[in-house]
């Protein structure tokens, strides 16, 4: 029994997967060409939606980091961190520009 101590700790899954509560206001777009890949924003999203470019796009060793934004919730860390710590990388689109200029529609 003492084996599942250790386990007292990991949360069980949800029942239901939550998806965001609200369109957010503006969403994060990292600009690739100027990102250094330093990874320093991903532990700073709170939503864990920051994630390495696959090595695959690029034949670089270290690639840049890019949103998944269907899960942005537009909160700006990021970008925040981005442009205090490392390059200013990450911009801030408005949701209604990102849509247009990407053609992705954000829920």
């Known amino acids: 029994m003492a084996y599942k101590d250790h386990l007292k700790s990991v949360p069980e899954l949800p029942d239901k997967i939550n998806s965001k509560k609200k369109r957010p206001r503006s969403m994060a777009v990292v600009d690739e060409d100027n990102c250094t890949g330093c990874s320093a924003c991903v532990p700073f999203c709170p ?33 925040r961190v981005c442009t205090k710590l490392t390059w200013d990388a990450i911009r801030m689109i408005p949701t209604d520009e990102f849509e247009k200029r990407y053609n992705i529609v954000i829920d």
């Open 47 to 79: 939503v864990d939606c920051i994630e390495t470019v696959s090595k695959d796009k690029y034949d670089i060793p270290i690639p840049p980091v890019q949103v998944r934004f269907n899960e942005c919730i537009g909160c700006q860390i990021c970008a």
